[in-house]
């Protein structure tokens, strides 16, 4: 499927998002400002692509979104909102703690905003924010301030550490 890049009108969020079937008529929530528009209203723009996906469903008809981790089979829920996702650690603000021993992970090392859509589906856009380790989303890292729709099944890389994303 297609990498493309749009333009939140309101706010001038670049985000990239997969063209999916139907996505003429899809309303685009904007991360950054929760401004929704309609994807015709949204301007493209043109980036450097890379990616090479696979039809896989980007939103949760449950209504649930987890992260789960390969090495140790933990399950980490993502709850609706902002998660600050990061090591675990006494002084770690972040939201969703991870329990391991991989210490490249930061405290806070990324973040995973969960979007309500229009329909009552959830979404989920990940961001490195600005962390200076890396971030990777199936082996493509996340530059500056990008955030991405995350797909089913997306292979979340922070560190040594890998994470399947469970949007079903
Ligand atoms: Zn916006």
Redesign the pocket.
């Known amino acids: 499927m297609e990498t493309i890049h749009i333009k ?6 670049v ?1 990239r998002l997969q063209r999916a079937p139907g996505i003429e008529n899809m309303t685009v929530p ?6 929704r ?1 309609p994807f015709l209203q949204c301007k493209q723009v043109a980036l450097p692509q890379s990616g090479n996906k696979t039809e896989l469903p980007s939103y949760s008809k449950t209504g649930r979104v987890s992260l789960i981790d390969r090495t140790t089979g933990r399950t980490y829920e993502l709850p609706e909102g902002r998660n600050n996702v990061g090591r675990a650690h006494a002084t770690s603000n972040a939201d969703v703690q991870i329990f391991t021993t991989d210490q490249g992970m930061s405290r806070v090392h990324s973040t995973m905003q969960v979007i309500k859509t229009a329909s009552g589906t959830m979404r989920c856009v990940i961001s490195n924010a600005n962390n200076k380790n890396a971030t990777l989303v199936n082996g493509e890292k996340l530059e500056g301030e990008d955030e991405l729709y995350l797909q089913n099944g997306d292979i979340i890389k922070m560190s040594h550490s890998e994470f399947i994303i469970d949007i079903s």
């Open positions: 939140c009108p309101n706010c001038g969020k985000l904007c991360p950054a400002c929760g401004v528009t």
